[in-house]
């Protein structure tokens, strides 16, 4: 992991507003239909020149609290019904990597992420202003998440 400074990034996707807690419960999950869609809808328009982000933003509070959750890329032009369009915040992160087969990998590094930030010796953190995964390819994922400066 390292701290990097960002800018901000404006994307388009398909959003849901969930919680940690739900996202445990199959019944109750949106991340994996949000996934889902967005694949059916923006796979087909994507060029070899697209980046593709998951962007977590408008926290209620912290991980306890619902959150919106958008599938997204950086693609402006791509059209598709029920899309919204989000900027990422400038600012400060910390940013982790992960390697491996897409959603284990994804799921691994949040797991570790969150062993981080509960930790008692964590050096940062986190603002809950917009975190976001960025999928560098088929097989490997940096997940940045906001801290204070």
């Not at 199959?26 to 996934?35: F, P, Q, V, Y």
């Not at 599938?71 to 989000?86: F, G, M, R, W, Y």
């Amino acid at each position: 992991m390292e701290v990097k400074q960002l800018a901000s990034k404006s994307l388009t996707g398909l959003k849901v507003r969930t919680c940690n807690a739900n996202e445990m419960n199959s019944g109750t999950a949106k991340i994996a239909e949000l996934w889902q869609a967005f694949g059916e809808k923006y796979t087909a328009k994507l060029t070899k020149n697209s980046h593709i982000y998951g962007v977590y933003t408008n926290y209620e509070s912290d991980v306890t609290g619902d959150f919106d959750v958008i599938a997204c890329c950086d693609d402006l032009s791509i059209k598709v019904t029920n899309s919204v369009q989000c900027n990422t915040v400038t600012g400060r992160y910390l940013v982790f990597t992960g390697e491996g087969e897409m959603p284990d990998a994804i799921i691994d590094l949040w797991g570790e992420i969150w062993q981080y930030f509960s930790s008692d010796d964590c050096a940062h953190t986190r603002t809950y202003t917009s975190d976001f995964e960025y999928y560098k390819g088929a097989n490997e994922v940096e997940i940045a998440i906001a801290i204070a400066e």
